[in-house]
């Protein structure tokens, strides 16, 4: 047996608060606890740039389990509050009230920090979607402005757009990337979501970046583009990605190479383990080292590490075959395995003219991921393709 | 062990398919079906998992 009796989470977001729901049911009776920075209870990020940006939630329909059962799970539940160091070898977690907790073990939850444009820093009207926060602020913007620029086509910049759009004011894309969406689902694909875009009258701006803010009195007002053009928005929101929020842990001994650097069980050193988007290991049917940015891996991990925070020498791999998705007007896209960039893009069943289609990822003659466009009950039968592609 | 849902939150991941078969299936449209809202304890480990991996929050067990 583990021999653990106290556990410090830090980040309580669902990775952290999975990680704490596993060590319950799999029996662990000692101290937990759940460190995070943000005041509210444990609540979910992909209605933020939904539902929770439209309006059609309110913030607490966002919550991740209800009081009650976050209760239930007795915890030393310290929300507010940012933890600030690990020093090597010392079994404690420091935290920014200037008080510790010690523990055998520590779980780091801590997920991202949204990536800033330095030129934009200061001028109002600019906003980022992480936090709960950073949404209710970006929507009250939203409902007194005209034009909104979103800098940044991903799954984020995208689905924002979208939610806006249908909130009323006129929808700007910009981004350095050909098409949206490239990273995630590749150029085929992209240009297909670019013409959904068009189709509810967003400005889609693709191959261009930003060259400097027009601003007035220290507010936004549009911003000037690469290719000398100009674009008038009365609020702008970036979505250029996001960095992993490990500032924390520097002069802690750990790897902090592009996330928190583990080994294939999760653990980054004896007693540190890490989970949700802040964690890189190597997944042994990718080839090499992966750090995921999507929610259901944030609860799969969780569940891998409580198991093997547990299990002591028998810990095992962690090789999931991931899942996200994005919801934009009136379409679901929905992705399993992990596409490579030089993969090729196949449609193999449905179509583009009846709405619904599910396409695969081939790379060296394997599938390694399948995407699904409002096919959700097919996608899940086409992930059977998604072979393991190990690199021999 | 009572289950309940919120269909409107389902976001059609199909996770809790993937998580407990037996108990869950998925309506044409992808939202999430209920095969047995009141399953034997023996389903119990899947159920719970299902709850876990369900990423829209959308299924939790009615308070006993």
Redesign the interface.
Known sequence: MSGLRRIAIVGASVGGL?TA??LR?RGFDGVISLIGDEVHLPY?R?PLSKQVLSGKWTPD?A????A??IAALELDLRTGTKATGRRPGLRRVELDDVTAVECDAAVIATGLRPRRLPMLHGLAGVHVVRTLDDTLALRAAVLEAERVIVVGAGFLGTEIAATITEAGPQVTVVDLVPEPVTLQLGQEMGRIVAQLHRDHGVDVRMSVGVAEPIADNNRIRGLVLTDGSRVLGDVVVTAIGSVPATQWLRGAGLDLTDGLVCDATCRAAPGVYAVGDVARWPHANVGGHIRVEQ??NA??QA?AVARNLLAGSGARPYAPLN?S?T?QYDV?I?LYGHRRADATFALIEGSRGEGRFVGAYTDGGRVTAVVGWNS??S??RHRELVQADAAA | MRIEIDEDKCTMAGQCVLAAPNIFDQRDDGVVLVLDAEPPESERAAVEDAIIRCPAVAIWLAAE
């Open positions: 999975t729901e596993s049911r979910d992909p329909r919550s991740l389990r209800r009650a059962d929610r259901t609860a799969e569940q899942f998705w919801d679901k929905q959700p009950k996608l899940l």
